[in-house]
């Protein structure tokens, strides 16, 4: 069994990143402070009301715990350093190459325009660029439970806003209610502006048939895709067209996509030769990073480092990037993996 250690050296990629969910305890504070909120909690009251306990049930349950940091995250100040705070943790991870994402819509509250918000985190992600080893771009969420009429509000921010930095769209949020079809035109919207496409689907029971309609809808990449488990068929697509899939161990658990280890189909699904890959989903929420991530799938699978490599190239491939920066990776990542395996 692989030492955290050695998985502590390994460089890793890291495609499915939620802001709101992955804020540090000193960051909250932070953020509380720089808005004049006195939060008046110790830091486990703090750590109680961001993280998901164990007793959760379901994916809308899990998806409350969002309640508590979104106050905070209503200014351009505050939107710039949690980027940057998210992504200094996964630098401390050793991840050289992340995407991170968040919904625009939710941090209008006060004064903001959808512009400046995304403009804000894309800020953050460039400063963590200058501090640290480690590219960040940005996805942009549309949450399902919104009306179509106000997600479409997102798409000129594609044309509007002319940075390298934003690379793609994603829908989030309740899965339970709102199916992927209701979607349909939309991302027909986002995929003829050339937009990439990361989708939220198969992560409730009873929510299979989204995997393969967001196949259909333009996605090359699956937001956990954990309903894919029992399907044959869609296990034969999703590996014939090299789609990757966003898994996040720990998270899978809490929203209850899977209950027992023996249920969780991430092995069954690499040994097909789909493109899983490990993700935090959200650092606070779940209460993980993802070197924590890493131990899991090492200790229940037995995991080797040439399986993370392997799962990093799929990562990479993945990414939302040019081909030359893929190129770029690739190489630094079979040179460094390579050190490792000599010890
Ligand atoms: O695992 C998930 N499934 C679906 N939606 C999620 C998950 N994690 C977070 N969000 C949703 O995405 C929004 C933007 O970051 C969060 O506010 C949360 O509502
Ligand atoms: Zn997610």
New binding site residues.
Partial sequence: MLKPETIALMPKVELHC????SLSLTCIKQLANNIGKDLNMSDEEILKHAQVPETTQS?LE??ER?DFV?PLLQSYVNLELAAYDVARQAAEDNVKYMEI???PG?HLEKNLSLEEAVEAVIAGAARAEEDFDIVVNILL?G?RQVPVERLKKLLPLFDEIDDEHLVGFDL??D?VNYPQVKFKKLLEKVTSRGVQVTL?AG?CPGCAQNIIDSVEMGATRI??GIMTKDIPEYQEILTKLGIVLEM?PS?NFQ?KAIRELSEYPFMALYKRGIHVTINT??RT?SNTNLQKEYEKIANWYDFQISDFERINHYAIDGAFISEDEKELLHQRFSEEYAKIEKG
């Avoid at 939620?18 to 969910?21: C, Q, R, S, V």
């Fill in positions: 939620h802001l709101d969910g994916l899990y998806l969002f979104l994402r968040f919904a939710q969420c949450l989030a949020g899965e939220h992560e937001g956990h996040a998270s929203t989903d959200n929420v």
